[in-house]
């Protein structure tokens, strides 16, 4: 293994961005002429989660819709925790953000009204545009990375694992990475974390292999400031066979009608919710969840409602189902929760800063206060979209205002340095991805976030030089269960068995710090010091 009294590369830039998918892209373009290097985990666009959606983009386009429905359907569903201020902000903006989209050239799906909307879960108009049917991510995506390829601006640093935040005095100054097996460091005047969100700290996940913390795992070890980590979003319908991550078999099959069934064909969302196939997601997550733990299994019925038509209107779920067997025109498909997006993340404010200085963050890492307990469907693309504008501009105002001071020299701890060349604890990290799914999953309890908590400490004694991977996983597993632990209720995406109702006097956000978990694990107590913000 190197050491590091081998020289490490250097670089240095105006704007490190950390994340290459939608919310990276999308600041990385509206930075210039600023000088962006630009961080993708693997081949550009293909780790980004922002790939994958097939639900599409949120925005109030319909003449007969208006931002304020957006606002109010958002809000509804936030386990009225979600900052409306912020929710005004991401709604009002909707619209400009879509037509941004197209005027980069991307493809949205039309009918003979002109763009076509649909109705998903919770919303009440039809206001969610798709493209190519279930591709909208993977159509977005390929247009934006054609224009970071076009842009002098940006260098884009392929294959490239952040390891940790350069950072001195609260201030950060860029990151250390590891690309071709080999310690690089890029010092910048701006960062942005843009890396995504937590799915693969779960057993069961609809996002890919980058999606494991990392970004807000780094933030976390800096000094940032964390926010409704707790509030988990599992997808009701991942299509429940052998494969990591699981297919999405997305929320517009039941907007076009589809049936929730189980193995005796028996409809049972009618019977939780007034909405039935279309309540918000996590009363359909833990629906479906409920059957499984009577012993049933569960599927969609698209036969009747969709039919012939399923392969030309959801060609990517169509292809999933017949790589794995599955007919859906003809067959029921199975399906299972899965972890899909975190609520929770990097606090931020309406201009994506962070607690620390020359930080900001963006897309499914940062917690804008946009979704509060629970996500809306579809706002997710949406929030990025968003916000990823607003933080380019408030670091470009920041560098024009403040001259170009030189960036100070700090050293790689050489605990961090040797971590980088750890093998990957596959073992380790599937058996804490188990651990995950049972205890800070669809459903928490007191007995089983403190057992984990246990072995966290275990895992931790037993692999002392973890891999990034690994390290990354166990913080931000220990993060979400100490935070489900003290929020002695339950809201959204955050369901306490032993807790099942709502308490008013845990309305409202709830803000950490790495430091406040590692004290009182250190001290043996379980009070994490979470703070609840009103």
Known sequence: ??????????????????????????????????????????????EASSTWAQGGISAALDPAD???????????????????????????????????????????????????????????????????GDSTGKEVMRVLQLRVKEAAHI????????LDLLCQNKQVFGASLL??????????????????????????????????????????????????????????????????PRPLATEALRGDGAWLVNETGKRFMQDEHPLAELAPRDVVARGIWQQIQKGHRCYLDCR????????????????????????????????????????????????????LKRLW???????????????????????????APLVSKDICDSLADNA????????????????????????????????????????????GLKMLLKELDRIELEVPHASARLRNIMTVSRLIAATALERQESRGGHYRLDYPASNPQYQHHSTIDLSDVIKNTATGTTNTAMKLAS
């Open 404 to 447: 170009v001071r030189s960036k100070p020299k700090i050293k790689i701890p050489e605990s961090a340095y040797a971590r980088a060349y750890t093998k990957p604890d596959e073992e380790n990290i599937s058996e804490l991805q188990t651990l995950n799914y049972r205890h800070i999953g669809l459903c928490r309890d007191e007995k």
């Open 66 to 132: 208006s931002p304020a429905n957006h606002l109010a359907d958002t809000l509804a569903v936030a386990g009225g925790i979600a900052d409306e201020d912020v929710a005004s902000l991401v709604t009002d903006l909707g619209p400009e953000r879509i037509r941004d989209l197209i005027d980069l050239g991307v493809i949205f799906d039309h009918d003979d009204k002109g763009l076509s909307l649909s109705r998903e879960a919770a919303h009440s108009h039809r206001r969610v545009v798709h493209a190519n």
């Open 179 to 244: 690309q071709d097996n080999q310690v690089l460091t890029v010092t910048a005047e701006a960062t942005v974390i843009a890396t995504g969100g937590i799915g693969q700290i779960y057993s069961a996940t609809t996002n890919p292999f980058a999606a494991c913390g990392d970004g807000l795992a780094m933030a976390a070890r800096a000094g940032a400031r964390l926010k409704d980590l707790e509030f988990v979003q599992f997808h009701p319908t991942a299509i429940d066979v052998e494969a990591t």
């Open 155 to 162: 260098t884009v640093l392929e294959n490239a694992e952040a």
């Open 1 to 46: 293994m190197p050491t590091q009294a081998d020289t490490i590369k250097g670089t240095t830039t105006d704007v490190l961005i950390i994340g290459a998918g939608l919310a990276g892209l999308m600041a990385a373009l509206r930075l210039a002429p600023k000088t962006v290097t630009l961080l993708s985990k693997g081949p550009l666009g293909q």
């Open 304 to 355: 009747k409602s969709i039919g012939d038509v399923f392969p030309e209107n959801f060609p990517t779920v169509y292809a999933h189902c017949k790589n794995h067997g599955i007919d859906p025109v003809n067959d029921l498909i199975p399906v299972v929760p899965a972890a899909h997006y975190h609520m929770g993340g990097i606090e931020t404010d309406n201009r994506g800063r962070t607690k």
């Open 361 to 387: 963050a963006c897309g499914e890492v940062a917690c804008t206060g946009l979704h509060g307990a629970n996500r809306l469907a579809s706002n997710s693309l949406l929030e990025a979209l968003v916000f």
